[in-house]
């Protein structure tokens, strides 16, 4: 195992770094200039030397790998003194927004909290939902639970979040009044009540987000079940006399999470890169939404380095997927 995750982690850097490559040139050819909101009024001589500020008169592989050494040398150089209270990178230059003029690091840094709080939270809620729900599901197939499961499960599939969203802001938000509609980013828990406020304006984007992630993961729990179900190993095991509580926890769901940890490993990049759409919708100042607003300003910087990031999660957790594969199943070896 030790040796296939030395090999896959070194597989790894050439194909981050192509992926770095094809961002930055899709950027580089996208339509837009980050110099497009500049009034008309501005001469251009000025318009040329704040190009010039921004980095955009150099060739673009000059730019591309300025931005590969501020990524992986400068940037992590710095949360290191940042941390260490060390002086490495004084002097260098960092990422820096075309939007805000910020190091693109710190305004992420800034977003991380409320992505993690909202759609990391609702995230977990899917998964602790969705898995007994399948297990349920599929051993008592075409039972009230599962006909109900299955309908639900339906609704929170094929409905997109923004309309459930505007669905619960019209009954709960307007109507009923319970919940606050817009998320209040500003809010910070010091007592009882900040807290109380803080579970009530998470509670419709979390709900929202939730029943999506759990509709998905249910559906692939209860077939990943069924077809466990019916092998010959589950019917050798209670022909042996094992209990069907051991038979279906232990032999049957260890082998059913095995796909199952697929979806859930892959869905865990989207935590980190927030639900931009529920965001848009509950005015979530989360990461999702700031890769919209970059992407509307032309801000290149922001962009690349958010959707790398992405980039390296999916990596990260295809990984871990493939470790923990070996876990479950003793009959996967990979070395």
């Known amino acids: 195992m030790l040796t296939f995750t030395i090999r896959r982690l070194l597989l790894a850097i050439p194909t981050l770094l192509f992926i770095s490559l094809v961002i930055f040139l899709l950027l580089e050819a996208s339509p837009g200039d980050p110099l497009g909101d500049v009034p008309l009024t501005v001469p251009p001589e000025v318009k040329e030397r704040m190009r010039e500020a921004l980095g955009l008169g150099s060739p673009w592989y000059v730019r591309y790998v300025l931005w590969l050494k501020q990524f992986f040398w400068v940037e992590p150089l710095y949360w290191f003194d940042h941390v260490f209270g060390t002086q490495f990178s004084a002097g260098m230059q960092?990422?820096?927004?075309?939007?805000?003029?910020?190091?693109?690091?710190?305004?992420?840094?800034?977003?991380?909290?409320?992505?993690?709080?909202?759609?990391?939270?609702?995230?977990?809620?899917?998964?602790?939902?969705?898995?007994?729900?399948?297990?349920?599901?599929?051993?008592?197939?075409?039972?009230?639970?599962?006909?109900?499961?299955?309908?639900?499960?339906?609704?929170?599939?094929?409905?997109?979040?923004?309309?459930?969203?505007?669905?619960?802001?019209?009954?709960?938000?307007?109507?009923?009044?319970?919940?606050?509609?817009?998320?209040?980013?500003?809010?910070?828990?010091?007592?009882?009540?900040?807290?109380?406020?803080?579970?009530?304006?998470?509670?419709?984007?979390?709900?929202?987000?939730?029943?999506?992630?759990?509709?998905?993961?249910?559906?692939?729990?209860?077939?990943?079940?069924?077809?466990?179900?019916?092998?010959?190993?589950?019917?050798?095991?209670?022909?042996?006399?094992?209990?069907?509580?051991?038979?279906?926890?232990?032999?049957?769901?260890?082998?059913?999470?095995?796909?199952?940890?697929?979806?859930?490993?892959?869905?865990?990049?989207?935590?980190?890169?927030?639900?931009?759409?529920?965001?848009?919708?509950?005015?979530?100042?989360?990461l999702g939404q700031l890769l919209i607003t970059a992407i509307h300003g032309n801000d290149i910087p922001m962009v690349l380095t958010l959707t790398f990031i992405f980039a390296i999660l999916i990596v990260l957790f295809t990984l871990i997927a493939d470790i923990l594969y070996g876990i479950l199943d003793p009959r996967i070896r990979y070395d």
């Open 94 to 286: 960092r990422i820096i927004s075309f939007q805000s003029r910020s190091p693109v690091f710190d305004v992420i840094a800034q977003r991380v909290p409320q992505t993690l709080t909202v759609v990391g939270f609702s995230y977990l809620v899917g998964v602790l939902i969705a898995l007994p729900i399948g297990i349920i599901s599929a051993y008592k197939q075409y039972s009230w639970f599962d006909q109900l499961g299955t309908f639900v499960s339906m609704i929170g599939f094929s409905m997109p979040t923004f309309f459930t969203g505007v669905v619960l802001i019209i009954i709960f938000g307007v109507k009923l009044q319970w919940f606050p509609s817009v998320y209040d980013t500003t809010l910070v828990v010091r007592d009882w009540d900040s807290f109380w406020a803080q579970v009530r304006q998470m509670v419709m984007p979390v709900t929202v987000l939730a029943l999506y992630n759990a509709a998905q993961i249910s559906r692939f729990m209860r077939a990943s079940m069924l077809d466990n179900l019916g092998q010959d190993y589950v019917r050798t095991a209670r022909a042996k006399g094992l209990s069907e509580r051991t038979v279906v926890l232990k032999h049957v769901l260890r082998n059913s999470l095995i796909p199952v940890i697929t979806v859930i490993a892959l869905g865990l990049p989207a935590v980190f890169g927030g639900a931009i759409i529920t965001e848009q919708v509950f005015k979530v100042n989360g």
